[in-house]
Structures are given as C-alpha cells and as structure tokens.
C-alpha cells in the first residue's frame, strides 16, 4: 500500500523538507502518494490539486507532488499564480532531477529534493510574509 511503501522516518523527513520549504515562502507544497494512476498521470494530479482544494490558496501558489508508486509515475503540478511566474521549462527541470532520483531507487532524496527545488522558486516569486498563514496541510495524503 502507499502508505507503507515509506518508513515513518522518511514519512517525517518529507514531512520536514515541506515545512522547511514553506518557512521560507507564501507558497504551498502538498505530496499524494497512491500505488496506481489508471489515468493520464497529469489528469489526476489535476483532480487532486482540486480534491485537495489547492486551487484556494490566496495566491494561487499552491504546488503539488502526485507520485503512482506501483505504476512508476509522477507528475508535479502548479497553480496558476507560479506557472505565471516561474520560467518557461522549470517544472520539466524539476520532473527530470526528480526522474533520475527515482530510476536510481532514491525516492525519499527524489521527492526532498524537488520539494527543495520548487521552494526555492517559489521564495523568489512569493517570499514569506509577516503575517503568512500555512493555508494548507503539511500532511502527506494518501490513495488507494
């Protein structure tokens, strides 16, 4: 199940390159795991960007990180206000770093390190604020 295919270690440690990302940003970063995408993988990363109410961030800068563990599929996806913002190319930049992680076996430095990546980015579009509230879970979320 996706929900064991991580140790609680590396559950937390996830979990801590997200905060990490998002102390430093306006931004939000959400990770679904499920073991099968029996659709256009990009397709239900958008029906669980919107299931996940990402699209509600005031910003509009909400990213997620959809990931089919027994299909072998991932996708990374933006809400309009970063994909307005970010340069043409940098989220296949993203995909492809993360691609070669997973390939190798590395899927807990693949997921940080594109979490990292992307919180970068999202720190020069959106720098935290003063009065920024985390608008959205921290929590992994998990399919079928």
Same mark, same amino acid.
């Given at each position: 199940?996706?929900?064991?295919?991580?140790?609680?270690?590396?559950?937390?440690?996830?979990?801590? #390159?997200?905060?990490d990302?998002? *102390?430093?940003?306006?931004?939000?970063?959400? @990770?679904? @795991? &499920? *073991?099968?995408c029996?659709?256009?993988?990009?397709?239900?990363? #958008?029906?669980?960007?919107?299931?996940?109410?990402?699209h509600?961030?005031?910003?509009?800068?909400?990213?997620?990180?959809?990931? #089919?563990?027994?299909?072998h599929?991932?996708?990374?996806?933006?809400?309009? /206000?970063? *994909?307005?913002?970010v340069?043409k /190319?940098?989220?296949?930049?993203?995909r492809d770093?993360?691609?070669?992680?997973?390939?190798?076996? &590395?899927?807990? &430095?693949?997921?940080?390190? /594109?979490?990292?990546? !992307? /919180?970068?980015? @999202?720190? &020069?579009?959106?720098?935290?604020?003063?009065?920024?509230? *985390?608008?959205? !879970?921290?929590?992994? !979320?998990?399919?079928?």
């Amino acid at each position: 199940m996706a929900k064991d295919f991580f140790e609680q270690e590396e559950i937390d440690q996830i979990h801590q #390159a997200i905060k990490d990302a998002e *102390n430093r940003t306006s931004g939000e970063i959400r @990770l679904h @795991l &499920e *073991n099968h995408c029996k659709e256009d993988v990009l397709d239900r990363a #958008a029906y669980l960007f919107e299931k996940l109410e990402m699209h509600k961030t005031e910003l509009r800068n909400g990213v997620l990180f959809y990931l #089919a563990i027994k299909d072998h599929q991932f996708a990374i996806l933006g809400d309009a /206000g970063i *994909n307005q913002k970010v340069p043409k /190319g940098f989220w296949d930049e993203v995909r492809d770093h993360m691609r070669e992680k997973f390939k190798a076996g &590395e899927y807990l &430095e693949a997921l940080s390190e /594109g979490i990292r990546m !992307s /919180g970068e980015k @999202l720190k &020069e579009h959106f720098p935290i604020k003063e009065d920024d509230q *985390n608008e959205l !879970s921290d929590e992994i !979320s998990f399919g079928s």
